[in-house]
């Protein structure tokens, strides 16, 4: 009898564990073997209708959910680092967490957002025209984050509408097919890209490749003034900004579009329509890799003596740039 009753006891407390406890996914970059994958999870999570928690700064900007052995057992699968930590412990990394003296801070996530990504049509289909990877596709593919591709046709369709995450990577929104001209005007990928793009802004009815990114820039602009979010990086950063301030005013030399620049240009720029950039100097040469002042390529610093500090950013009051910059601890 003395048997029974303690093995009920042994189940009663293994039971009550399992449901007052949470799968804790560390961050850090000495205890997580899979940090991409772990993204990766955590959204499927949230896809599950369950909340989910990211502890800025905490442990390198963990996330925490309730544990369920469906959970648990996806961990496993996708090779994940995870820990089991009880109800009381994550209350008490709670209670550590909202000391205002500390640089940490808890964010409830509730929904899984939908993600587009703004890339060629013949990229989606499959057709390896452009030299490089597209890096963002294959990292969303690994990690396990279902997203969309849209490009112009969609963008001037108003389909962005259906999603509350666009990114914009390897995209040049001035119309001088990324300033490859000088190392890569002959090439046939080059040239097919050009064809492509101006096929398309026939289409579309536009007589310039730059006046249709033009009007995609500013559809993209009335997009996030809407509420939507959107990450750009790589040539979409300057270049989308470069397009908005020089609306109207022609800054393509003739190898691009057929006819000569405003040599005027410059001095009509308007940065008021810009969304983090101005007072920058337009680099119009096709001859030159770069769009304007803003990329700055004038340092002379050694790569092995080129070292900085990220702003340390307050999880509390600034919660979105701390999320992309975590510290480890």
Known sequence: MKKWIFLLVVFSVVGYQAMGSYILLPMDSEKQRDHLKAYGLTYWVLTQEVET????????????????????????????????????????????????????EVIKLEKAPKIAVYTPDFNAKGEKIQPWDDAVTMVLTYAEIPYETVYDRE???????????LHLHHE??????GKFYASQHTKPWYRANQQKMESLATSLRFNKVSQLKL??????????????????????????????AAEGHDICHNVYDGDGADPNAQSKLDFSKTFAF????????????????????????????????????????????????????
């Open 155 to 165: 963008v001037l369709e108003d389909k962005l509408v259906q999603y509350d995450w």
């Open 278 to 329: 101005q007072d920058f100097d337009l680099i119009s040469d096709p001859m030159t890799y770069e769009f304007s002042s803003i990329d700055n390529r004038n340092r002379k610093t050694q790569a092995e003596n080129d070292y900085f500090t990220l702003f340390d950013f307050s999880a509390k009051w600034d919660p979105i740039p701390t999320m992309l910059t975590p510290k480890p601890h």
């Open 172 to 177: 040049d929104f001035t119309g001088q097919y």
């Open 215 to 244: 009007a995609v820039a500013k559809k993209i602009k009335e997009y996030v003034e809407g509420g939507g979010f959107m990450f750009a990086m790589c040539s979409a950063t300057d270049s989308y900004d470069i397009a908005l």
């Open 53 to 104: 928690y990211w502890l800025l700064n905490y442990r390198g900007g963990s996330f925490a959910f309730a544990h369920n052995p469906r959970f648990e057992s996806e961990c496993k699968i996708r090779g994940i680092s995870y820990e089991v930590i009880p109800n009381v412990k994550f209350g008490l990394i709670r209670q550590q967490i909202a000391n205002p003296e500390v640089n940490q």
